[in-house]
Every structure is written in structure tokens, then in C-alpha cells.
Antibody, heavy 123, light 108 residues
């Protein structure tokens, strides 16, 4: 059973960088063919796909965030990370990490999710 | 970007009723690349159905999907108390992946 757990600061100042880590258990990142994904959800609102990263380091980012987003893998710790630069209050949200199995030519639903972590952008 | 719209915004039903939730795409999507999620208050979304009616592990068969092209429907037969939640559709055919705004199924 794959489990994911987000971690990182719950408060970030405007214009600074949001950094989150997702720790994966139940599967080894460096042996899997999965796409490791970040999604966010502002309070009381819907879901926004931020992007994903594959074992090879290949990334796909949402164009709406592409200039500010960087994702990376740390296979030694079985973790993957999100970095979002120059944050504003509009980036305040619950951030989820998730696993996309990429069943169909790299396309897959989000089968496993972390519990989410709230990040507030405020001075 | 493929925009998904969901209707209605809120569905007020009683336990035992049948729910029909609609998801419409701004352009045609292969039904193999539509997924539905359930989210309860304070919880992460949970995958229900994907890839043309494949139910995720542990999802009962009272959940089913239909549709093609731009119009898709999630049906929930015989609503149970634990089914009252928000439901999102998602397309994973194209990047960026996108979600609908959700339909809330509430107790009447």
C-alpha cells in the first residue's frame, strides 16, 4: 500500500519561496514507473493540478505556474519536492502530493493522495 | 487547456435516492481518461472511478459512470450516509490535467 505524507512550513511570507516535501512509503521511487504529482486546493475551492515529476527527472507543469514551479526527486530519501517562488496570498492553499500510475502512455488518475498540508502566505 | 464544468453545483437528496452528477468538457475527451473523486470535509480527495468505469479499490458497485465525447455522468445508486460529499471529475488526457469545480451531494 502506497502512502504519502507532505511536510514543510505552514507559513510563508509574500515574495518568498514555498518549499514542500512528500515522503513516500510502500514503494521505492527509484524502482517505480509512477508520476509523482502536486495538487493544491484553496480553502473552500476546487482542485488545481500543479504538475508532476517522473523518475527520469522529466517534469510537466501547469502553464499557469510554470515560471515559478520547480519539482525534484530525492531517491535516497524516497521523497519528492515542490518549490514555488515569489508567492502571494493567492498561493494560500492546502497542498497535496499524489501518485499517478501513468497507466496509459503516461496518463493515469491520482490513485493515492497524502493528507494535505495547509500553507498560508502572509506577512 | 481542457475546461471541465460540473452540474448541478449542489444536489440535495435523501439516503436511498439515486444521484446523477454531470461533467462536461470544453472539447472531446477519450472516456478512458476521465476520473471521478470523492472528497469529504477535512479529507483528501479519494479516487472513485477511472478509465471507462474501472472502480478503485474498495469502491462499491453502486458507483458507475457513463458518457463519451464531452459529456460524462457519475451515477450513485441507493445513496448511503457516507456518500454525502463533494465529487470532482478530472481529465488526464491532456496537460495540464484539469478538474471540474465539483458537485456537492448533501442530505435533503
Amino acid at each position: 500500500q502506497v502512502q504519502l505524507q507532505e511536510s514543510g512550513p505552514g507559513l510563508v511570507k509574500p515574495s518568498q519561496t514555498l518549499s514542500l516535501t512528500c515522503t513516500v512509503s510502500g514503494v521505492s521511487i527509484n524502482r517505480s514507473t509512477y508520476y509523482w504529482t502536486w495538487i493544491r486546493q484553496p480553502a473552500g475551492k476546487g482542485l488545481e493540478w500543479i504538475g508532476r515529476i517522473y523518475l527520469s527527472g522529466t517534469t510537466n507543469y501547469n502553464p499557469s505556474l510554470q515560471t515559478r514551479v520547480t519539482m525534484s526527486l530525492d531517491t535516497s530519501k524516497n521523497q519528492f519536492s515542490l518549490r514555488l517562488d515569489s508567492v502571494t496570498a493567492a498561493d494560500t492553499a492546502i497542498y497535496y502530493c499524489a501518485r499517478d500510475p501513468g497507466y496509459y502512455y503516461g496518463r493515469g488518475p491520482l490513485e493515492d493522495w497524502g493528507q494535505g498540508t495547509l500553507v498560508t502566505v502572509s506577512a | 487547456e481542457i475546461v471541465l464544468t460540473q452540474s448541478p453545483d449542489t444536489l440535495s437528496l435523501s439516503p436511498g435516492d439515486r444521484a446523477a452528477l454531470s461533467c462536461r468538457a470544453s472539447r472531446s475527451v477519450n472516456s478512458n481518461y476521465i476520473a471521478w473523486y470523492q472528497q469529504k470535509r477535512g479529507q483528501a480527495p479519494r479516487l472513485l472511478i477511472f478509465g471507462s468505469s474501472r472502480r478503485a479499490t474498495g469502491i462499491p458497485d453502486r458507483f458507475s459512470v457513463s458518457g463519451s465525447g464531452t459529456d460524462f455522468t457519475l451515477a450513485i445508486n441507493r445513496l448511503e450516509p457516507e456518500d454525502f460529499a463533494v465529487y470532482y471529475c478530472q481529465q488526464y488526457e491532456a496537460s495540464p490535467r484539469t478538474f471540474g469545480p465539483g458537485t456537492r451531494v448533501e442530505i435533503k
